[in-house]
Protein backbone atom coordinates (compact mmCIF):
# COMPACT_ATOMS: atom_id res chain seq x y z
CA UNK A 1 0.00 0.00 0.00
CA UNK A 2 2.75 2.26 0.84
CA UNK A 3 4.56 1.11 -2.29
CA UNK A 4 1.87 2.07 -4.23
CA UNK A 5 0.80 5.46 -2.88
CA UNK A 6 4.70 6.20 -3.41
CA UNK A 7 4.61 4.99 -6.72
CA UNK A 8 1.70 7.74 -7.24
CA UNK A 9 3.45 10.50 -5.71
CA UNK A 10 6.01 10.05 -8.16
CA UNK A 11 4.68 9.94 -10.95
CA UNK A 12 2.59 13.07 -10.12
CA UNK A 13 6.08 14.66 -9.72
CA UNK A 14 7.62 13.54 -12.94
CA UNK A 15 4.43 14.98 -14.40
CA UNK A 16 4.94 18.53 -12.42
CA UNK A 17 8.28 18.34 -13.35
CA UNK A 18 7.96 18.03 -17.19
CA UNK A 19 4.69 20.64 -17.28
CA UNK A 20 7.14 22.68 -14.91
CA UNK A 21 9.75 22.45 -18.24
CA UNK A 22 7.27 22.91 -20.59
CA UNK A 23 5.50 26.17 -18.71
CA UNK A 24 9.41 27.26 -18.95
CA UNK A 25 9.83 26.41 -22.37
CA UNK A 26 6.60 28.40 -23.73
CA UNK A 27 8.07 31.76 -21.40
CA UNK A 28 11.26 31.74 -22.66
CA UNK A 29 9.58 31.22 -26.30
CA UNK A 30 7.46 34.10 -24.94
CA UNK A 31 10.82 36.36 -23.72
CA UNK A 32 12.02 36.19 -27.37
CA UNK A 33 9.07 37.33 -28.95
CA UNK A 34 8.85 40.24 -26.52
CA UNK A 35 12.30 41.25 -27.06
CA UNK A 36 11.81 40.60 -30.72
CA UNK A 37 8.90 42.83 -30.54
CA UNK A 38 10.14 45.48 -28.49
CA UNK A 39 7.50 44.80 -25.57
CA UNK A 40 9.62 45.61 -22.89
CA UNK A 41 9.13 48.85 -20.80
CA UNK A 42 10.82 50.32 -18.24
CA UNK A 43 9.63 51.77 -14.66
CA UNK A 44 12.14 54.33 -12.91
CA UNK A 45 12.24 54.67 -9.08
CA UNK A 46 13.80 57.75 -8.43
CA UNK A 47 16.60 57.73 -5.63
CA UNK A 48 16.62 61.23 -3.46
CA UNK A 49 19.12 62.84 -1.11
CA UNK A 50 17.65 62.98 2.40
CA UNK A 51 18.70 65.98 3.84
CA UNK A 52 17.41 68.30 6.50
CA UNK A 53 15.55 69.92 3.93
CA UNK A 54 12.40 68.12 1.68
CA UNK A 55 13.73 65.00 0.24
CA UNK A 56 15.62 66.05 -3.33
CA UNK A 57 16.06 63.97 -6.68
CA UNK A 58 19.33 63.14 -7.46
CA UNK A 59 19.03 59.82 -9.47
CA UNK A 60 17.14 57.04 -10.18
CA UNK A 61 16.80 52.70 -10.35
CA UNK A 62 15.45 51.88 -13.90
CA UNK A 63 13.22 48.47 -13.97
CA UNK A 64 12.06 46.27 -16.00
CA UNK A 65 8.84 45.56 -16.68
CA UNK A 66 6.97 42.90 -19.20
CA UNK A 67 3.33 43.85 -19.68
CA UNK A 68 2.13 39.92 -20.17
CA UNK A 69 -1.46 39.48 -21.33
CA UNK A 70 -3.98 41.04 -18.95
CA UNK A 71 -1.30 41.56 -16.02
CA UNK A 72 2.08 43.11 -15.73
CA UNK A 73 4.78 40.05 -14.53
CA UNK A 74 7.15 41.22 -12.28
CA UNK A 75 10.60 41.16 -12.75
CA UNK A 76 11.20 37.92 -9.79
CA UNK A 77 8.83 36.11 -12.34
CA UNK A 78 11.21 36.44 -15.65
CA UNK A 79 14.40 37.29 -14.93
CA UNK A 80 15.45 33.87 -13.95
CA UNK A 81 13.87 32.35 -17.22
CA UNK A 82 16.13 35.57 -18.99
CA UNK A 83 18.88 34.65 -17.08
CA UNK A 84 18.97 30.34 -17.77
CA UNK A 85 18.06 31.04 -21.34
CA UNK A 86 21.06 33.78 -21.75
CA UNK A 87 18.23 36.16 -23.34
CA UNK A 88 19.23 38.60 -20.42
CA UNK A 89 22.06 39.83 -22.39
CA UNK A 90 20.49 40.74 -25.29
CA UNK A 91 17.29 42.49 -22.97
CA UNK A 92 19.76 44.03 -20.01
CA UNK A 93 21.99 45.80 -23.51
CA UNK A 94 18.42 47.12 -24.45
CA UNK A 95 17.64 48.31 -20.52
CA UNK A 96 21.47 49.85 -20.57
CA UNK A 97 20.63 51.71 -23.74
CA UNK A 98 17.23 52.83 -22.92
CA UNK A 99 18.49 53.71 -19.50
CA UNK A 100 20.92 55.97 -20.76
CA UNK A 101 19.31 57.40 -23.93
CA UNK A 102 15.98 58.75 -21.44
CA UNK A 103 18.95 59.68 -18.60
CA UNK A 104 20.73 61.88 -21.23
CA UNK A 105 17.12 63.15 -22.45
CA UNK A 106 16.29 64.26 -18.71
CA UNK A 107 19.15 66.07 -18.41
CA UNK A 108 18.95 67.94 -21.26
CA UNK A 109 15.81 69.01 -20.09
CA UNK A 110 16.98 70.90 -17.25
CA UNK A 111 18.44 68.17 -15.22
CA UNK A 112 22.08 68.08 -15.82
CA UNK A 113 23.31 66.32 -12.82
CA UNK A 114 20.68 63.54 -12.59
CA UNK A 115 21.88 60.07 -12.48
CA UNK A 116 20.75 56.76 -13.67
CA UNK A 117 20.95 53.06 -11.64
CA UNK A 118 21.28 50.25 -13.58
CA UNK A 119 20.88 46.32 -12.60
CA UNK A 120 23.20 43.91 -14.11
CA UNK A 121 22.93 40.08 -14.14
CA UNK A 122 26.14 38.12 -14.08
CA UNK A 123 25.65 36.66 -17.46
CA UNK A 124 26.28 40.28 -18.78
CA UNK A 125 29.73 40.72 -17.26
CA UNK A 126 30.50 37.38 -18.11
CA UNK A 127 30.92 38.77 -21.83
CA UNK A 128 34.39 39.72 -22.72
CA UNK A 129 33.02 42.62 -24.84
CA UNK A 130 30.84 43.73 -21.98
CA UNK A 131 32.60 47.17 -20.76
CA UNK A 132 33.64 48.28 -24.41
CA UNK A 133 29.45 48.07 -25.82
CA UNK A 134 28.82 49.30 -22.51
CA UNK A 135 31.42 52.49 -23.45
CA UNK A 136 29.54 52.40 -27.01
CA UNK A 137 26.39 53.07 -25.40
CA UNK A 138 27.58 55.72 -23.79
CA UNK A 139 29.53 57.25 -26.46
CA UNK A 140 26.10 56.68 -28.88
CA UNK A 141 23.70 58.11 -26.22
CA UNK A 142 25.71 61.57 -25.28
CA UNK A 143 25.38 60.31 -21.04
CA UNK A 144 28.57 60.97 -19.05
CA UNK A 145 29.87 57.94 -17.72
CA UNK A 146 30.00 59.50 -14.11
CA UNK A 147 26.12 59.72 -14.57
CA UNK A 148 25.79 55.85 -14.62
CA UNK A 149 25.76 53.67 -12.09
CA UNK A 150 25.84 49.90 -12.22
CA UNK A 151 24.07 47.58 -9.49
CA UNK A 152 25.72 44.49 -8.75
CA UNK A 153 25.12 41.78 -6.02
CA UNK A 154 27.20 39.51 -3.83
CA UNK A 155 26.74 36.46 -5.62
CA UNK A 156 28.26 37.93 -8.95
CA UNK A 157 31.38 39.44 -7.23
CA UNK A 158 31.81 35.74 -5.60
CA UNK A 159 31.71 33.98 -8.67
CA UNK A 160 34.96 35.26 -9.07
CA UNK A 161 35.31 35.04 -13.24
CA UNK A 162 38.08 36.28 -14.87
CA UNK A 163 35.90 37.74 -17.46
CA UNK A 164 33.44 39.98 -14.86
CA UNK A 165 36.78 41.10 -12.99
CA UNK A 166 38.33 42.66 -16.12
CA UNK A 167 34.78 44.43 -17.44
CA UNK A 168 34.38 45.47 -13.07
CA UNK A 169 37.99 47.24 -13.45
CA UNK A 170 37.91 48.05 -17.43
CA UNK A 171 34.12 49.69 -15.64
CA UNK A 172 36.03 51.69 -12.92
CA UNK A 173 38.67 52.89 -15.41
CA UNK A 174 35.69 54.08 -17.52
CA UNK A 175 34.44 56.19 -14.89
CA UNK A 176 31.19 53.78 -14.39
CA UNK A 177 30.22 53.83 -10.70
CA UNK A 178 29.31 50.28 -8.94
CA UNK A 179 26.69 49.22 -6.52
CA UNK A 180 26.41 46.69 -4.30
CA UNK A 181 22.63 45.94 -4.46
CA UNK A 182 20.70 44.45 -1.75
CA UNK A 183 23.36 44.27 0.52
CA UNK A 184 23.54 41.98 3.35
CA UNK A 185 21.32 39.76 2.09
CA UNK A 186 23.86 37.42 0.06
CA UNK A 187 26.62 35.05 1.36
CA UNK A 188 29.49 37.75 0.58
CA UNK A 189 32.13 37.78 2.73
CA UNK A 190 33.32 41.25 3.91
CA UNK A 191 36.76 41.10 2.30
CA UNK A 192 35.29 41.47 -0.93
CA UNK A 193 33.87 45.72 -0.11
CA UNK A 194 38.12 46.37 -0.65
CA UNK A 195 38.90 43.67 -2.93
CA UNK A 196 36.33 45.54 -5.68
CA UNK A 197 35.86 49.15 -7.29
CA UNK A 198 32.66 49.55 -5.49
CA UNK A 199 31.59 52.96 -4.65
CA UNK A 200 28.28 52.75 -3.65
CA UNK A 201 26.33 49.96 -0.69
CA UNK A 202 22.22 49.99 -1.11
CA UNK A 203 21.27 48.75 2.22
CA UNK A 204 18.48 45.85 1.66
CA UNK A 205 14.58 46.77 2.38
CA UNK A 206 14.67 43.54 5.02
CA UNK A 207 16.71 45.54 6.95
CA UNK A 208 15.24 49.25 6.38
CA UNK A 209 11.65 47.28 6.82
CA UNK A 210 12.09 46.60 10.41
CA UNK A 211 14.59 49.20 11.65
CA UNK A 212 12.19 51.54 13.87
CA UNK A 213 10.87 48.43 15.38
CA UNK A 214 12.85 45.30 15.65
CA UNK A 215 16.19 45.77 17.51
CA UNK A 216 18.25 43.56 15.83
CA UNK A 217 17.54 45.04 12.35
CA UNK A 218 18.17 48.58 14.01
CA UNK A 219 21.88 47.27 14.90
CA UNK A 220 22.25 45.62 11.54
CA UNK A 221 21.11 48.84 9.49
CA UNK A 222 23.49 51.31 11.88
CA UNK A 223 26.31 48.58 11.14
CA UNK A 224 26.16 48.49 7.23
CA UNK A 225 25.63 52.47 6.91
CA UNK A 226 28.96 53.09 9.27
CA UNK A 227 30.56 50.37 7.80
CA UNK A 228 29.75 51.85 4.03
CA UNK A 229 30.52 55.37 5.34
CA UNK A 230 34.05 54.07 6.83
CA UNK A 231 34.87 52.36 3.54
CA UNK A 232 34.48 55.79 1.70
CA UNK A 233 31.16 54.46 0.16
CA UNK A 234 27.77 56.14 -0.36
CA UNK A 235 25.28 54.49 1.23
CA UNK A 236 21.14 54.11 -0.31
CA UNK A 237 18.96 52.74 1.77
CA UNK A 238 16.12 50.86 -0.23
CA UNK A 239 12.57 50.06 0.52
CA UNK A 240 11.74 53.37 2.69
CA UNK A 241 8.05 53.01 3.11
CA UNK A 242 7.51 54.52 6.06
CA UNK A 243 8.07 58.50 7.57
CA UNK A 244 9.61 56.66 10.76
CA UNK A 245 12.46 54.93 8.54
CA UNK A 246 13.29 58.34 7.17
CA UNK A 247 13.61 60.00 10.49
CA UNK A 248 16.00 56.82 11.27
CA UNK A 249 17.72 57.14 8.07
CA UNK A 250 18.82 60.63 8.66
CA UNK A 251 19.49 59.95 12.31
CA UNK A 252 22.00 57.95 11.25
CA UNK A 253 23.72 60.03 8.79
CA UNK A 254 22.23 58.20 5.66
CA UNK A 255 22.05 60.66 2.69
CA UNK A 256 20.60 58.57 0.00
CA UNK A 257 17.21 56.66 -0.20
CA UNK A 258 14.49 54.98 -1.92
CA UNK A 259 11.31 53.42 -1.33
CA UNK A 260 7.46 53.96 -1.41
CA UNK A 261 7.34 56.06 0.95
CA UNK A 262 9.30 58.47 -1.31
CA UNK A 263 8.60 57.27 -4.44
CA UNK A 264 6.58 54.37 -6.48
CA UNK A 265 8.24 53.33 -9.43
CA UNK A 266 7.14 55.35 -12.18
CA UNK A 267 6.24 55.49 -15.87
CA UNK A 268 8.56 57.72 -18.19
CA UNK A 269 5.55 59.75 -18.45
CA UNK A 270 4.98 60.21 -14.51
CA UNK A 271 8.73 60.68 -14.35
CA UNK A 272 8.52 63.37 -16.13
CA UNK A 273 6.06 65.15 -13.99
CA UNK A 274 8.14 64.96 -11.43
CA UNK A 275 10.98 66.06 -12.44
CA UNK A 276 9.26 69.38 -13.04
CA UNK A 277 7.97 69.75 -9.28
CA UNK A 278 10.39 71.53 -7.37
CA UNK A 279 12.72 69.13 -5.61
CA UNK A 280 11.19 66.72 -7.78
CA UNK A 281 8.43 66.25 -5.18
CA UNK A 282 4.93 64.72 -5.83
CA UNK A 283 2.37 67.24 -5.55
CA UNK A 284 0.19 64.53 -4.31
CA UNK A 285 2.41 63.64 -1.65
CA UNK A 286 2.52 66.82 1.60
CA UNK A 287 4.05 64.02 3.95
CA UNK A 288 6.91 64.56 1.62
CA UNK A 289 7.28 67.74 4.03
CA UNK A 290 5.74 66.82 7.14
CA UNK A 291 9.09 64.66 8.01
CA UNK A 292 11.34 68.14 7.35
CA UNK A 293 9.70 70.64 9.21
P1 LIG B 1 16.21 45.62 -6.74
O1 LIG B 1 17.31 46.01 -7.66
O2 LIG B 1 16.57 45.46 -5.30
O3 LIG B 1 15.08 46.70 -6.97
C1 LIG B 1 14.27 47.21 -5.97
C2 LIG B 1 12.94 46.49 -5.96
O4 LIG B 1 12.23 46.88 -4.77
C3 LIG B 1 12.03 46.86 -7.12
O5 LIG B 1 11.21 45.74 -7.38
C4 LIG B 1 11.18 47.97 -6.52
O6 LIG B 1 9.94 48.14 -7.15
C5 LIG B 1 11.01 47.45 -5.12
N1 LIG B 1 10.74 48.52 -4.15
C6 LIG B 1 11.15 49.80 -4.20
N2 LIG B 1 10.74 50.49 -3.12
C7 LIG B 1 10.05 49.61 -2.35
C8 LIG B 1 9.37 49.74 -1.09
O7 LIG B 1 9.33 50.79 -0.43
N3 LIG B 1 8.79 48.61 -0.61
C9 LIG B 1 8.80 47.43 -1.29
N4 LIG B 1 8.16 46.38 -0.72
N5 LIG B 1 9.43 47.27 -2.47
C10 LIG B 1 10.05 48.36 -3.00
P2 LIG B 1 11.05 45.16 -8.86
O8 LIG B 1 10.90 46.26 -9.83
O9 LIG B 1 9.98 44.12 -8.76
O10 LIG B 1 12.45 44.47 -9.12
C11 LIG B 1 12.83 43.34 -8.40
C12 LIG B 1 14.25 42.94 -8.73
O11 LIG B 1 14.37 42.54 -10.10
C13 LIG B 1 15.23 44.09 -8.60
O12 LIG B 1 15.55 44.25 -7.24
C14 LIG B 1 16.39 43.60 -9.44
O13 LIG B 1 17.17 42.69 -8.70
C15 LIG B 1 15.67 42.84 -10.55
N6 LIG B 1 15.63 43.69 -11.74
C16 LIG B 1 14.76 44.67 -12.06
N7 LIG B 1 15.05 45.21 -13.27
C17 LIG B 1 16.15 44.56 -13.73
C18 LIG B 1 16.96 44.65 -14.92
O14 LIG B 1 16.76 45.47 -15.80
N8 LIG B 1 18.01 43.78 -15.01
C19 LIG B 1 18.29 42.86 -14.04
N9 LIG B 1 19.31 42.05 -14.21
N10 LIG B 1 17.57 42.77 -12.91
C20 LIG B 1 16.51 43.60 -12.75
MG1 LIG C 1 18.62 47.27 -7.80
MG1 LIG D 1 17.95 46.38 -4.41
MG1 LIG E 1 16.02 43.72 -4.16
Known amino acids: ?9 FARYSHDLSSQAQRQLAMQSDLY ?3 EQGEFDLHFQPIFRIGDEAPHMVGFESLLRWPHGQRQMIPTEFIPSLEES ?17 ARAWQLSGHPRLYCSVNLSSRQLQQPEFASRLAGILRQTGLAPASLILEITERLLMQNSPETQANLSKLA ?6 ALDDFGTGYCSLGYLSRFPLHILKVDRSFIGGATHQPELTA ?7 LGHDLGLEVIA ?3 EEEAQLAFLREEGCRLAQGFWLSHPLTAADMQQLLQQPNGEPARAPRFHAGSA
Open 86 to 102: GLIVPVGEWVLRESCRQ
Open 173 to 178: SLGVRL
Open 220 to 226: ISRAIIG
Open 1 to 9: RAKASGKAQ
Open 33 to 35: QAL
Open 238 to 240: EGV
